[in-house]
């Protein structure tokens, strides 16, 4: 794979590049990590890449990867820039049949999304978006057994996302929280782009389900220009009612993101800061406890690679994108038929922008309701 | 102190029974238990009062008690009827004199309310309402954290309440669920007035603030008029953002009350469930779990009766309530001064009342905001 | 009932006081509460006793309370004295026909529970023995499983009961501390007796088996004469094997006894600090928290007094034993049968003395295995 | 680097070769995966080893490897085989001039190990052995609290690993259990040396100090040569009194190791499941929970690769140890000085072996304590 974005400083570049290597599958090739091409050249050397892998800029590095040979140019790009430059780069590479995996969110305006959509419908291209915590075993356990009907009809769900790291307004936050709070990088939204849509993801993931409409109330700290702190309710498609909770300045709080689903018949629990356990509850009996590799948990798919008790963590469930990433490439390049997979795609990145851009309006509105 | 309500099959007459006896210092000597004469005599068989003071009804209670010699008298009520006679009955007692203790909600409406809080400002006479959670210890450690300025000023607060014993409606629930989901003896709402209305109250309680503002979608399931479940948001008057789930058709949830207020500088996670433990979250330092009766603990006050590590529940928590009843009803009786307490009374009895009319309200409003 | 013991800055009478009280049956009639007869005074007004029952001493209160009718005097006698007078009043008491509760341990030495044994026998009268911790309805609920065969054969049990209120020699650590490390008052043992104690109980009762053997390593802090923390390996008669660690010295525990018990086809897992909750777990399925107070728990026994998710604890659980003594005495006073109950009385007051001075004696030979 | 066992079927060696990959530092150049050329060869392919790099066995891979030029061949080799060949591996590979990183136990017995120290000393190669759980970061950090005497000197120490993986001695339990409950292949003992010697490993790693004593009591389920189940009573150089468990037939227990450390300032307390936490108490104020990725915790040493609340689990534990061994082998090859680590090695290796001799001898004995 090649990749744009994750330079000497980047957090999320070095995190696809872990989950990218733990398998031992998938190579990483050549990179235009920076805008700064000393910094790109440090990384470059740093991972080691061949020489003449290490590219000026994106564009120059799908027009050069087009020309090698196929079984030497990269076969997938791996897009980690800043939000503003997603569209452009994925466009690109699409544009330059490239499969593109992403992270999220996928554009920085619907209307980006829209187009993208359209682009990658033309390409043929593959596009995966890293919505993390789908790959999470427990996650995928989670809406293996909404969808079997194990829960019933879906009655509530509740969904919070709250971290602290935004809390201090007076604090200079680095490089991480900058682009995250301006505009013109992250687009209409800091809280609810950046964490928010995680949260609506993975309660429409889990029930498989649609948010249908949505009531919100967002807020900035002093001094902010974007939301860093909200509270949506939700209405779904198939008649659950919801809330979601999303902050990034609840002091203390690290990365809470956790998922209640009631349904008529069962309920689930899970917290991503213990995702190796998922909360089955029942009106009749005992509460369950599955677990990771667990034979129970296994039934439900799920990827995992060691025995239940061996805890899994963060950058294993971002692998399992990439793993499940590099099986769709692989069988389109050997013309097989894809397998059964969880991944997040152009469909996601449509909700995901819808959901940022209604939020932001719903927050600004008097009217209660408003459709996404 | 005297009874009415709390008959052979009822839950919370029981409840507040045990905890009157716990300390030893309140004697039950009176009571109307039931509208049937034989349930509530054979109730006050099993409670072995004396002679005479089981009477066929409040009214006639407190006029027979009215007559008896000052030392030989009920000292106060303790009303635990159904919620539609909660005012007819506390405002009977005030009128003749009596101290009252009673069971949430006050009334069935606010109207109702103000006419209560009118009655018992020319009483003169004592009144509390027993929202039980702000009985633990670590309720009133948490409160005291927030008025020290520990958390600074309160961003966020979260605070659900979420039951799954109405889930199921196709059984027949019992006398418990019947008379709660009959408008003619609950009101205008179910889940709201039986358990939202403690959430509203504690998230006051603990931030000494006010909702100010609120949005609201309820639900209720099919084949009922009131409502089982639903969402809040909430505008504090300090400022804070909020949000208030509440629910009791959450299957497999037992009585899961959990609060937690982000301040600027730290915040603050309770759970009812889990009592004993008050976790601290700090920007830099790590969490701390502050525990019941240990001196860090003593030190904000919340009356305990076990030394660290023994557990303390619900009815210990109810139990503060009446010690601190009680002692206000000596200091009154010795015409002493009254000493802190964090007892509800008349204000709670009104903020209660007002939060469940308006959050009725909103619901059925496509206008977002209500005041409160 | 009368009391002997429990003036005013003791902890455990204020405790059995409490949990004779909950639940409105048991009447504090008399009492010889102190060594100082102003101390008795003092905590007899404060317990508003009618006049003339607070006696000077323990053997006067039993000479007066003899002659009094029987429907006036106290029918049993409940004994908090420190552990060196618990034989002397209890042999005093049946000898004079009053049925006996006695906290534990029953005696200083086994061969005073042994003369207690026949002195009991001789007597007629009812004896239990406040092991608190078999009150906790999910203990009772853990035994019953295991007795219905749930487990299968046990295996192994690792009991823990560990507390550091005694951790710092160098403080002064008040009246609680002194006399349990007083051999004139605690007998051989300080930690062994006041917990490890409870710790052997505990696995004995669930398990309904006996340590057979047992080897030790107790040690004491300096300055020390009697034991303040201790590890012990068992094994069980039935062929489970298992250890026990007890300490005062660990700092930061409070009160953190724990049971597990491992099956060949189930284990169980339970802490005192959590009360409500038991862990079932299995080798096929998902783990199971049983809860308190729910159908499935009721179905295995166990007194509770709230709905689910409403917590008790160490009170209620003291109630229990109280509750259970006395409806014992109640159907011995009406002739009639007494009811199943799983109090701990005799047989539990001699096992746990011989625990006491085996575990002591064991601790200090080279001798690997020593019978119990 | 190169790699010996870990075939196709093999749990521990795919392990190695995530952890391995994690960091995209190490690369896999050569193996001889299996005694089955079949196997060794598939596992080859899977791998896309260059050709002529998958040896038929070690043998024949140290002498071809040792042909190729300094910077085409393997620097270290990774053994990942059955008990019974660590010695035997790890001698051929240390004579030949490569650096031996070792799955654990070192050797089959006490004996060779003493060879294995001496070859190593002779060879001046690097060796390391694999005792995962010293890679965890919590597990660096409390070692580091323990030796700035934050919890002063240590008291008491309860280490309990609990698996329930080979309970059922009716069923076939696979290849995995197959090998360690044979005496050829896995030496003297089942559990002791599979994972009670992680246990006593983290002990001594986190505490600093040497157990110089035990006494212990070991379990065979029927129909099995080797213990699986123990409880050992500790004594360490340092004066602490300690206790440890093992056991593959707790049923339904996963991988649940977990360590206690009371010192006479403050304890901790962690646990494998749930690795990203460490709970600190201490006397005077709240219990702590230490969290990875804070700057509290980075500042006590310990690799993490994501920031607060982003779960990491066994994996990157494990790659932790190959990253602190691919720092020294690099060190070395520049001839620059090997930077601090925490990597277990020789001496750990000699530790285990005399503590699973020393076990199964003294659960054998009559006598209580052995020196270790």
């Excluded at 602290?164 to 013109?184: C, F, Y």
């Amino acid at each position: 794979m090649g990749m744009v974005g994750g330079g000497p400083d980047a957090f999320i570049g070095a995190v696809h590049r872990m989950a990218a290597n733990l398998d031992g599958k998938i190579e990483l090739v050549c990179g235009a990590f920076s805008r700064s091409a000393d910094k790109s050249r440090q990384m470059s050397r740093q991972l080691a890449l061949a020489p003449g892998r290490c590219y000026a800029d994106y564009k120059q590095m799908f027009e050069q990867e087009s020309w090698l040979p196929a079984d030497q140019r990269m076969e997938f790009v791996s897009i980690v820039t800043p939000n503003h430059l997603h569209f452009e780069v994925a466009k690109l590479a699409l544009e330059a049949g490239f499969h593109v995996l992403c992270d999220k969110p996928a554009t920085l305006t619907l209307d980006e999304a829209r187009q993208l959509a359209e682009i990658r419908q033309q390409s043929g291209c593959l596009y995966a978006l890293t919505h993390t915590y789908t790959g999470y075993p427990m996650v995928v356990a989670a809406r293996e057994l909404v969808a079997r009907g194990e829960l019933g009809r879906i009655r509530k769900v509740v969904v919070e996302y709250h971290q602290g790291w935004l809390a201090d307004t007076n604090a200079s936050l680095g490089k991480q929280a900058a682009w995250r709070l301006d505009p013109a990088q992250a687009g209409v939204s800091c809280c609810m782009a950046d964490i928010g849509v995680h949260a609506a993801n993975l309660a429409e993931f889990i029930c498989n389900d649609e948010i249908e409409q949505l009531s919100a109330d967002l807020g900035a700290s002093a001094g902010r220009v974007l939301d860093d702190d909200g509270v949506v309710m939700l209405r779904f498609a198939g008649g659950a009612r919801g809330l979601l909770s999303a902050s990034q300045i609840a002091v203390g709080e690290e990365n809470d993101l956790r998922i209640r689903v009631y349904g008529e018949k069962a309920s689930l629990d899970w917290s991503q800061q213990e995702p190796n356990s998922l909360r089955l509850m029942h009106a009749n009996k005992p509460l369950e406890i599955l677990r990771t590799a667990t034979p129970q948990a296994a039934a439900l798919g799920g990827i995992t690679r060691t025995p239940p008790g061996h805890p899994e963590g963060y950058l294993e469930a971002f692998a399992n994108l990439y793993r499940q990433f590099a099986e769709q490439v692989e069988a389109r390049r050997k013309q097989g038929l894809p397998g059964k997979n969880t991944l997040p795609g152009i469909r996601e990145a449509l909700r995901g922008m819808a959901f940022i851009e209604t939020v932001v309006a719903a927050s600004a509105s008097q009217q209660k309701w408003h459709p996404l």
